[in-house]
Each structure stands twice: as structure tokens, then as C-alpha cells.
């Protein structure tokens, strides 16, 4: 069975920091382009970043560019996603996945599968 698990998430006042992980456990993505991305209640699954297998290539949403930070170690076969300078508009539910289609720039919910079951961000004000 496939599985990602995304963990460090959590309740942050506004202007703090939070480190997120998402675990291959089953090293099922080995070579993937990964990407995090988020789902506030009532809207839609908005691209936050992404990163190539070698890490050479990085993007990110404009929302968070500057104040974002993702990596990976292919080693421990897991993803980061270093978040700073928190803001209330930041809370939401935060997933990793692979790039599993081609489509498009590599920004949209539909290019990805295999979600994990995300991790909750919630920043007070």
C-alpha cells in the first residue's frame, strides 16, 4: 500500500516557524518530483512548492515565496517544507505528494496523486 505521512504540524502564533515532513516509508517515489500543497476549509487545494529528485529545481507558490523553504534528504527518503514568518492566511490542512502527470507547470493539484493524509497548520493571530 502506498503511503506518504506528512507530520510537524501544529498550532504557531502569527510570525512563527513550523517545519513540515512527508515520509516515504515504503520508498514508493524514489526519483519523483514532490510537491506540498494546502487546503484551507471552503476553498480550493492551492500549490505551496515543489521539488525535483536531485533538489536542483525548486518552485513555489507566490504566496509563500521568501518565507517558504523546501528540501528534501533521499537518504531518509522524506520531504520538507520549512515555513516561516507564519500569518493567519497560512492555516489550512498541508499534503505532499508526487508529480504523477505532465500537464502542465507542475502547480496544479491535478498533475499530482497518491496524497497523504495531510497535517493540520493553524496560525493565530
Known amino acids: 500500500q502506498v503511503q506518504l505521512v506528512e507530520s510537524g504540524g501544529g498550532l504557531v502564533q502569527a510570525g512563527g516557524s513550523l517545519r513540515l515532513s512527508c515520509a516515504d516509508s515504503?520508498?514508493?517515489?524514489?526519483?519523483?518530483?514532490m510537491g506540498w500543497f494546502r487546503q484551507a476549509p471552503g476553498k480550493e487545494r492551492e500549490f505551496v512548492a515543489g521539488?525535483?529528485?536531485?533538489?536542483?529545481?525548486?518552485m513555489y507558490g507566490d504566496s509563500v515565496k521568501g518565507r517558504f523553504s523546501i528540501s528534501r534528504d533521499n537518504a531518509e527518503n522524506t520531504v520538507y517544507l520549512q515555513m516561516n514568518s507564519l500569518n493567519p492566511e497560512d492555516t489550512a490542512v498541508y499534503y505532499c505528494?508526487?508529480?504523477?502527470?505532465?500537464?502542465?507547470?507542475?502547480?496544479?493539484?491535478?498533475?499530482?496523486?497518491?496524497w497523504g493524509q495531510g497535517t493540520q497548520v493553524t496560525v493565530s493571530s
Open positions: 515504503r520508498r514508493t517515489f524514489r526519483g519523483y518530483f
Open positions: 521539488i525535483s529528485w536531485s533538489g536542483d529545481n525548486t
Open positions: 505528494a508526487p508529480r504523477t502527470r505532465f500537464t502542465g507547470r507542475g502547480d496544479e493539484a491535478s498533475e499530482y496523486g497518491y
